[in-house]
Protein backbone atom coordinates (compact mmCIF):
# COMPACT_ATOMS: atom_id res chain seq x y z
CA UNK A 1 0.00 0.00 0.00
CA UNK A 2 1.21 3.24 -0.92
CA UNK A 3 -0.59 5.83 1.97
CA UNK A 4 -1.09 9.52 2.00
CA UNK A 5 -1.55 10.84 5.76
CA UNK A 6 -2.55 14.24 6.14
CA UNK A 7 -1.93 15.90 9.50
CA UNK A 8 0.95 13.49 10.04
CA UNK A 9 2.74 15.53 12.17
CA UNK A 10 -0.10 16.12 14.71
CA UNK A 11 -0.64 14.03 18.09
CA UNK A 12 -3.01 11.15 16.69
CA UNK A 13 -1.22 11.65 12.92
CA UNK A 14 2.52 11.06 14.51
CA UNK A 15 1.35 8.31 16.69
CA UNK A 16 -0.35 6.56 13.97
CA UNK A 17 2.51 6.78 11.64
CA UNK A 18 5.24 5.87 14.05
CA UNK A 19 2.96 2.86 14.11
CA UNK A 20 2.81 2.08 10.89
CA UNK A 21 6.45 2.16 10.29
CA UNK A 22 7.58 0.51 13.08
CA UNK A 23 4.67 -2.57 13.18
CA UNK A 24 6.69 -5.94 12.59
CA UNK A 25 5.13 -7.03 9.03
CA UNK A 26 4.17 -3.92 8.03
CA UNK A 27 2.96 -4.13 4.07
CA UNK A 28 3.19 -0.11 3.37
CA UNK A 29 5.74 0.49 0.27
CA UNK A 30 5.34 4.44 1.16
CA UNK A 31 4.13 6.66 3.36
CA UNK A 32 3.23 10.41 2.65
CA UNK A 33 3.17 13.10 5.37
CA UNK A 34 1.52 16.41 3.79
CA UNK A 35 1.45 18.84 6.48
CA UNK A 36 1.26 22.64 6.80
CA UNK A 37 2.97 22.69 10.23
CA UNK A 38 0.78 25.26 12.06
CA UNK A 39 1.57 25.30 15.48
CA UNK A 40 0.28 22.58 16.67
CA UNK A 41 2.55 19.83 13.87
CA UNK A 42 5.83 19.39 14.75
CA UNK A 43 8.01 17.58 12.67
CA UNK A 44 10.58 16.29 15.91
CA UNK A 45 7.38 14.24 16.53
CA UNK A 46 8.89 12.12 13.35
CA UNK A 47 12.43 12.59 13.49
CA UNK A 48 13.24 9.00 14.86
CA UNK A 49 11.58 8.18 11.24
CA UNK A 50 14.03 10.66 9.07
CA UNK A 51 16.45 7.59 7.69
CA UNK A 52 13.37 5.64 6.90
CA UNK A 53 13.17 4.65 2.87
CA UNK A 54 9.62 4.82 2.65
CA UNK A 55 8.71 7.83 4.45
CA UNK A 56 8.25 11.43 2.42
CA UNK A 57 7.19 14.40 4.21
CA UNK A 58 5.44 17.38 2.42
CA UNK A 59 5.12 20.58 3.38
CA UNK A 60 1.67 21.88 1.90
CA UNK A 61 -2.24 22.68 3.09
CA UNK A 62 -4.74 19.93 2.34
CA UNK A 63 -6.63 22.88 0.73
CA UNK A 64 -4.18 23.32 -2.61
CA UNK A 65 -5.85 20.50 -4.28
CA UNK A 66 -3.14 20.95 -7.32
CA UNK A 67 -0.47 19.85 -4.46
CA UNK A 68 -2.59 16.97 -3.65
CA UNK A 69 -3.23 16.34 -6.95
CA UNK A 70 0.46 15.78 -7.32
CA UNK A 71 0.95 13.66 -4.43
CA UNK A 72 -2.05 11.42 -5.62
CA UNK A 73 -0.57 11.02 -8.89
CA UNK A 74 3.69 10.68 -8.51
CA UNK A 75 3.57 8.57 -5.18
CA UNK A 76 0.63 6.36 -6.89
CA UNK A 77 -1.55 6.53 -3.25
CA UNK A 78 -3.98 3.54 -2.10
CA UNK A 79 -5.35 5.26 0.68
CA UNK A 80 -5.43 8.18 2.53
CA UNK A 81 -5.97 8.82 6.11
CA UNK A 82 -7.05 12.64 6.77
CA UNK A 83 -5.74 13.46 10.57
CA UNK A 84 -5.54 17.14 9.24
CA UNK A 85 -7.88 19.75 11.31
CA UNK A 86 -8.30 22.43 13.80
CA UNK A 87 -8.81 21.17 17.09
CA UNK A 88 -8.85 23.27 20.19
CA UNK A 89 -12.01 23.88 21.49
CA UNK A 90 -10.98 26.79 23.24
CA UNK A 91 -8.85 28.49 20.03
CA UNK A 92 -12.67 27.99 18.42
CA UNK A 93 -14.72 30.24 20.64
CA UNK A 94 -11.60 32.69 20.00
CA UNK A 95 -11.84 32.64 16.48
CA UNK A 96 -13.97 30.31 14.54
CA UNK A 97 -13.32 31.15 10.93
CA UNK A 98 -9.39 29.14 11.07
CA UNK A 99 -11.35 26.20 11.70
CA UNK A 100 -13.82 26.29 9.14
CA UNK A 101 -11.17 27.19 6.95
CA UNK A 102 -9.05 24.13 7.48
CA UNK A 103 -11.52 21.70 8.37
CA UNK A 104 -14.52 22.27 6.24
CA UNK A 105 -13.17 23.89 3.21
CA UNK A 106 -9.77 22.28 3.61
CA UNK A 107 -11.69 18.53 3.62
CA UNK A 108 -13.52 19.69 0.60
CA UNK A 109 -10.81 20.29 -1.53
CA UNK A 110 -9.18 17.25 -0.45
CA UNK A 111 -11.77 15.63 -1.71
CA UNK A 112 -12.34 17.20 -4.76
CA UNK A 113 -8.81 16.22 -5.55
CA UNK A 114 -9.33 12.57 -4.02
CA UNK A 115 -12.41 11.98 -6.10
CA UNK A 116 -10.76 13.19 -9.40
CA UNK A 117 -7.68 10.59 -8.47
CA UNK A 118 -9.83 8.01 -7.85
CA UNK A 119 -11.98 8.18 -11.06
CA UNK A 120 -8.85 7.98 -12.66
CA UNK A 121 -7.47 4.55 -10.92
CA UNK A 122 -7.67 1.13 -13.62
CA UNK A 123 -10.70 -0.86 -12.21
CA UNK A 124 -8.85 -3.02 -9.29
CA UNK A 125 -6.95 0.07 -8.35
CA UNK A 126 -10.19 1.84 -8.27
CA UNK A 127 -12.02 -0.84 -6.39
CA UNK A 128 -8.86 -0.99 -3.45
CA UNK A 129 -8.78 2.26 -2.98
CA UNK A 130 -9.67 3.99 0.39
CA UNK A 131 -10.52 7.69 2.22
CA UNK A 132 -10.81 7.45 5.97
CA UNK A 133 -11.79 10.60 7.24
CA UNK A 134 -11.04 10.83 11.37
CA UNK A 135 -13.40 12.77 13.36
CA UNK A 136 -14.53 13.24 17.10
CA UNK A 137 -17.06 12.37 19.33
CA UNK A 138 -17.92 16.03 19.92
CA UNK A 139 -19.96 16.05 17.16
CA UNK A 140 -22.67 14.00 18.95
CA UNK A 141 -23.06 17.17 21.61
CA UNK A 142 -23.42 16.99 25.37
CA UNK A 143 -24.81 13.78 27.50
CA UNK A 144 -26.72 14.10 30.94
CA UNK A 145 -25.10 11.67 33.68
CA UNK A 146 -26.88 8.01 33.71
CA UNK A 147 -27.71 8.54 29.89
CA UNK A 148 -26.41 5.92 27.61
CA UNK A 149 -22.86 6.42 25.47
CA UNK A 150 -23.06 7.34 22.52
CA UNK A 151 -23.02 5.47 18.76
CA UNK A 152 -23.08 5.83 15.21
CA UNK A 153 -26.75 6.50 14.75
CA UNK A 154 -26.65 9.63 17.65
CA UNK A 155 -27.74 12.32 15.81
CA UNK A 156 -25.42 15.48 14.94
CA UNK A 157 -25.50 18.21 17.81
CA UNK A 158 -22.45 20.00 17.59
CA UNK A 159 -21.88 22.93 20.71
CA UNK A 160 -18.66 24.63 20.02
CA UNK A 161 -17.09 26.45 16.73
CA UNK A 162 -14.71 23.00 16.74
CA UNK A 163 -17.24 20.32 17.00
CA UNK A 164 -19.89 22.39 14.17
CA UNK A 165 -16.42 22.72 11.55
CA UNK A 166 -15.94 18.63 12.13
CA UNK A 167 -19.36 18.01 12.02
CA UNK A 168 -19.36 19.49 8.48
CA UNK A 169 -16.36 17.89 7.36
CA UNK A 170 -17.99 14.23 7.98
CA UNK A 171 -21.17 15.53 6.24
CA UNK A 172 -18.96 16.81 3.56
CA UNK A 173 -17.08 12.94 3.48
CA UNK A 174 -20.68 11.41 3.79
CA UNK A 175 -21.60 13.37 0.65
CA UNK A 176 -18.92 12.28 -1.46
CA UNK A 177 -19.76 8.88 -0.90
CA UNK A 178 -23.02 8.97 -1.35
CA UNK A 179 -22.99 11.21 -4.48
CA UNK A 180 -20.21 9.92 -6.22
CA UNK A 181 -19.40 6.71 -4.99
CA UNK A 182 -16.12 7.66 -3.30
CA UNK A 183 -15.10 4.74 -1.25
CA UNK A 184 -14.89 6.35 2.30
CA UNK A 185 -15.27 5.29 5.66
CA UNK A 186 -15.03 8.34 8.72
CA UNK A 187 -13.86 7.12 12.47
CA UNK A 188 -15.15 9.66 15.35
CA UNK A 189 -13.17 9.35 18.46
CA UNK A 190 -13.62 9.97 22.17
CA UNK A 191 -10.68 12.27 23.76
CA UNK A 192 -7.44 11.13 23.15
CA UNK A 193 -4.37 11.15 25.92
CA UNK A 194 -0.45 9.89 25.51
CA UNK A 195 2.66 10.31 23.80
CA UNK A 196 3.62 13.48 21.53
CA UNK A 197 0.27 15.17 22.62
CA UNK A 198 0.45 19.74 22.22
CA UNK A 199 0.48 20.77 25.53
CA UNK A 200 -2.71 23.03 25.21
CA UNK A 201 -5.04 20.06 25.68
CA UNK A 202 -5.64 18.89 29.72
CA UNK A 203 -3.39 15.96 30.36
CA UNK A 204 -0.54 17.16 28.75
CA UNK A 205 -0.98 20.94 30.10
CA UNK A 206 -1.61 19.79 33.91
CA UNK A 207 2.19 17.62 33.83
CA UNK A 208 4.01 20.72 32.20
CA UNK A 209 2.25 23.53 34.79
CA UNK A 210 2.77 21.14 37.67
CA UNK A 211 6.67 20.61 37.06
CA UNK A 212 7.26 24.44 36.21
CA UNK A 213 5.32 25.21 39.33
CA UNK A 214 2.22 26.82 37.79
CA UNK A 215 -1.03 26.63 38.96
CA UNK A 216 -3.00 23.76 36.95
CA UNK A 217 -6.31 25.22 36.22
CA UNK A 218 -9.46 23.19 36.08
CA UNK A 219 -12.79 24.52 34.88
CA UNK A 220 -15.69 24.85 36.65
CA UNK A 221 -16.58 22.10 39.41
CA UNK A 222 -14.04 20.16 36.99
CA UNK A 223 -16.70 17.45 37.06
CA UNK A 224 -16.87 17.09 33.07
CA UNK A 225 -16.88 13.44 32.36
CA UNK A 226 -14.86 12.50 29.25
CA UNK A 227 -13.96 8.53 27.98
CA UNK A 228 -10.44 9.01 27.58
CA UNK A 229 -8.91 6.20 24.97
CA UNK A 230 -4.72 5.79 24.40
CA UNK A 231 -3.46 7.52 21.37
CA UNK A 232 -2.06 4.02 20.36
CA UNK A 233 -5.42 1.83 20.88
CA UNK A 234 -6.84 4.85 18.45
CA UNK A 235 -3.79 4.42 15.56
CA UNK A 236 -4.56 0.89 15.69
CA UNK A 237 -8.63 1.09 15.41
CA UNK A 238 -7.95 3.91 12.45
CA UNK A 239 -5.84 1.06 10.95
CA UNK A 240 -8.63 -1.72 11.04
CA UNK A 241 -11.23 0.18 9.67
CA UNK A 242 -9.08 1.70 6.97
CA UNK A 243 -8.38 -1.78 5.57
CA UNK A 244 -12.03 -3.38 6.68
CA UNK A 245 -14.49 -0.99 7.66
CA UNK A 246 -17.74 -1.31 5.16
CA UNK A 247 -17.74 1.59 2.64
CA UNK A 248 -19.89 4.46 3.57
CA UNK A 249 -19.92 3.35 7.27
CA UNK A 250 -18.66 5.22 10.54
CA UNK A 251 -17.14 3.47 13.24
CA UNK A 252 -16.82 5.27 17.09
CA UNK A 253 -13.71 4.46 18.89
CA UNK A 254 -13.79 5.34 22.46
CA UNK A 255 -11.76 4.31 25.68
CA UNK A 256 -14.27 2.93 27.98
CA UNK A 257 -12.53 5.35 30.38
CA UNK A 258 -15.22 7.82 31.77
CA UNK A 259 -13.43 10.34 34.20
CA UNK A 260 -14.39 13.60 35.46
CA UNK A 261 -11.88 16.21 35.01
CA UNK A 262 -11.03 16.86 38.33
CA UNK A 263 -10.20 13.31 39.09
CA UNK A 264 -8.05 12.58 36.22
CA UNK A 265 -5.68 16.22 37.40
CA UNK A 266 -5.59 14.77 40.96
CA UNK A 267 -4.16 11.60 39.52
CA UNK A 268 -1.45 13.42 37.61
CA UNK A 269 -0.70 15.30 40.92
CA UNK A 270 -0.11 11.92 42.60
CA UNK A 271 1.77 10.55 39.94
CA UNK A 272 4.04 12.97 39.92
CA UNK A 273 4.59 13.24 43.47
CA UNK A 274 5.89 10.00 43.84
CA UNK A 275 8.14 10.02 40.16
CA UNK A 276 8.79 13.79 40.71
CA UNK A 277 8.37 15.31 44.24
CA UNK A 278 8.20 19.06 44.64
CA UNK A 279 11.79 20.39 46.06
CA UNK A 280 9.40 21.58 49.31
CA UNK A 281 7.73 17.97 49.83
CA UNK A 282 4.43 19.28 49.14
CA UNK A 283 2.09 18.07 46.97
CA UNK A 284 1.60 18.95 43.36
CA UNK A 285 -2.37 18.86 43.80
CA UNK A 286 -1.60 22.52 46.06
CA UNK A 287 -1.37 23.82 42.49
CA UNK A 288 -5.02 22.99 41.78
CA UNK A 289 -7.14 26.49 40.67
CA UNK A 290 -10.50 26.55 39.47
CA UNK A 291 -11.55 29.25 36.94
CA UNK A 292 -14.15 30.27 35.52
CA UNK A 293 -15.95 27.67 32.96
CA UNK A 294 -15.59 27.51 29.06
CA UNK A 295 -18.81 28.97 27.49
CA UNK A 296 -20.84 26.26 26.64
CA UNK A 297 -19.05 23.61 28.03
CA UNK A 298 -20.17 20.39 27.67
CA UNK A 299 -21.15 18.00 30.39
CA UNK A 300 -20.03 14.57 29.79
CA UNK A 301 -18.77 12.57 26.37
CA UNK A 302 -18.99 8.69 26.45
CA UNK A 303 -18.64 6.52 23.47
CA UNK A 304 -20.37 3.21 22.25
CA UNK A 305 -17.76 1.64 20.67
CA UNK A 306 -19.43 -1.73 19.86
CA UNK A 307 -19.51 -1.71 16.46
CA UNK A 308 -15.56 -1.58 15.80
CA UNK A 309 -15.83 -4.52 18.14
CA UNK A 310 -17.99 -6.79 17.04
CA UNK A 311 -17.40 -6.10 12.55
CA UNK A 312 -13.33 -5.35 13.18
CA UNK A 313 -12.37 -7.38 16.38
CA UNK A 314 -11.10 -3.56 17.90
CA UNK A 315 -10.39 -3.79 21.45
CA UNK A 316 -7.91 -1.05 23.58
CA UNK A 317 -5.19 -2.47 25.16
CA UNK A 318 -4.85 0.41 28.01
CA UNK A 319 -6.92 1.41 30.49
CA UNK A 320 -6.99 4.58 32.21
CA UNK A 321 -5.00 3.56 34.71
CA UNK A 322 -2.06 1.77 32.66
CA UNK A 323 -2.21 4.43 29.83
CA UNK A 324 -1.55 7.31 32.26
CA UNK A 325 1.49 5.89 33.95
CA UNK A 326 2.81 5.84 30.35
CA UNK A 327 2.03 8.98 29.60
CA UNK A 328 3.54 10.64 32.80
CA UNK A 329 6.79 9.05 32.24
CA UNK A 330 6.92 9.97 28.42
CA UNK A 331 6.74 13.24 29.49
CA UNK A 332 9.32 13.18 32.20
CA UNK A 333 11.92 11.86 30.36
CA UNK A 334 10.83 14.04 27.48
CA UNK A 335 11.71 16.97 28.81
CA UNK A 336 13.81 18.45 25.85
CA UNK A 337 10.66 18.07 23.63
CA UNK A 338 8.46 19.56 25.45
CA UNK A 339 10.69 22.88 26.29
CA UNK A 340 11.21 22.37 22.34
CA UNK A 341 7.28 22.94 22.13
CA UNK A 342 6.87 25.64 24.54
CA UNK A 343 9.62 27.76 23.71
CA UNK A 344 9.02 27.88 20.19
CA UNK A 345 5.62 26.84 19.17
CA UNK A 346 3.68 27.66 22.00
CA UNK A 347 4.52 31.58 22.45
CA UNK A 348 0.62 32.79 23.59
CA UNK A 349 -0.52 32.22 26.71
CA UNK A 350 -1.71 28.98 27.78
CA UNK A 351 -5.53 28.70 27.24
CA UNK A 352 -6.49 26.06 29.85
CA UNK A 353 -7.46 23.12 29.64
CA UNK A 354 -9.13 21.12 26.83
CA UNK A 355 -12.38 19.87 26.46
Not at 326 to 355: C, F, P
Request: hydrophobic fraction near 35%; include cysteine.
Amino acid sequence: MNLLVTGGCGFIGSNFIRQRLTESGSTLQRLVNLDLLTYAGNPANLADLAGDPRYHFVHGDIGDEALVARILADHRIDAIVNFAAESHVDRSIDSPEPFFQTNVVGTLRLLNATRRHWSSLPGEARAGFRFLHVSTDEVYGSLEPGEAPWDETQPYEPNSPYSAAKAASDHLVRAFHHTYGLPVVTTNCSNNYGPYHFPEKLIPLMILNALEGKPLPVYGDGQQIRDWLYVEDHASAIWLALRGGRLGETYNVGGLNERPNLEIVRRICALLDARAPRADGRSYAEQITFVADRPGHDRRYAIDSGKIRRELGWAPRENFDTGIVKTVDWYLSHREWTADITQRKYQRQRLGNAS
